[in-house]
């Protein structure tokens, strides 16, 4: 190939270079603590993944969830936070922590996934200023791959949508670009041998 030649293609392949977006990856679970040092009360939480949209935070989608402070009642256990019953916030339609407690909740999925947003609903009946969340996502491998500071749910629809950030993925021209220019190096360096 002659240097012109490769030069053009070269040129070609960055026109057509970019990057590909993508939600977080590699999430495996989740953890939400209160941001104020208060009772933590988590009506729902949701974890939407990149290109399908899909809820992968509910218990029937084989996420679980998990706490280490223990609940107020028997009515309102870590399950409901990611029971899919959202319609009603009030006590006891929710995860509420032990009294006198603060701790967290953790939600497991059933695998790693892509996310790009979350949603976290708070308590409606009482306590809003409580709804104001820390989250930590965390990879398979327990990595910390991002954190949410003060998520805030407490406003007249007692819930808070967030868009995680994207990560830069190469596109096949970036590739194929980068491809091109290696090929071009031991194209010459091989000229350069002979000559």
């Known amino acids: 190939m002659s240097k012109t030649a490769l030069i053009a293609l ?18 495996k679970s989740v953890v939400i603590t209160n941001a104020r040092s208060d009772y933590l009360q988590v009506a729902e939480f949701q974890a939407f993944e990149t290109g399908t ?46 009294n006198w407690t603060t701790g967290n909740l953790t939600i497991t999925l059933n695998g790693t996934h892509e996310l790009d947003s979350f949603s976290i609903y708070g308590r409606s009946d009482c306590c809003s200023t409580r709804d104001v ?13 991002y954190t949410a500071p003060s998520a805030n ?16 993925v190469p596109e096949p021209a970036s590739v194929a670009l980068m491809g091109l220019g290696l090929a071009g190096l031991a194209a010459r360096r091989k000229r350069q041998a002979r000559g």
């Open 10 to 27: 070269l040129i070609a392949a960055s026109t057509f270079a970019g990057s590909a977006q993508a939600g977080l990856i590699g999430v």
């Open 53 to 98: 949209g899909k809820n992968v935070a509910l218990a029937s989608a084989g996420a679980t969830a998990s706490t280490t402070s223990g609940w107020w009642d028997g009515n309102s256990t870590p399950g409901k936070a990611i029971d899919g019953a959202y319609s009603d916030l009030s006590f006891p339609n929710m995860y509420h922590n032990a």
């Open 133 to 145: 969340y820390n989250l930590s996502f965390y990879g398979a491998s327990g990595d910390l791959l």
């Open 153 to 168: 749910a407490a406003n007249n629809s007692h819930m808070v949508n967030v868009l995680l950030p994207n990560t830069d």
